[in-house]
């Protein structure tokens, strides 16, 4: 939890905290991402960041997309 409050910018540490417990449903991973970032699912800056958080195991999508799931520690 430690490594998650250090995070910045604070929208990261939304996202990833919102992922925790439940994980965020894709229509709230979408709204966070426009509501931070103002940036649309589609576009390639929202790919490059979930596939980076994806990349370094601290967020992980359902096999079907549909819920993303923060894995810290």
């Known amino acids: 939890m430690s490594a998650l409050v250090a995070l910045e910018p604070a929208g ?5 905290k919102g992922g925790l417990r439940r994980g965020l449903h894709r ?10 970032w103002q940036l649309s699912w589609d576009s390639p800056e929202a790919r490059a960041l979930l596939q980076a958080l994806c ?4 967020l992980q999508a359902s ?11």
Not at 55 to 58: A, E, L
């Open 12 to 16: 990261l540490r939304r996202l990833l």
């Open 55 to 58: 990349d370094r195991s601290w």
């Open 63 to 73: 096999p079907d997309g549909m819920l993303w799931k923060t894995r810290l520690g």
């Open 27 to 36: 229509d709230e991973l979408e709204a966070l991402l426009q509501d931070e």
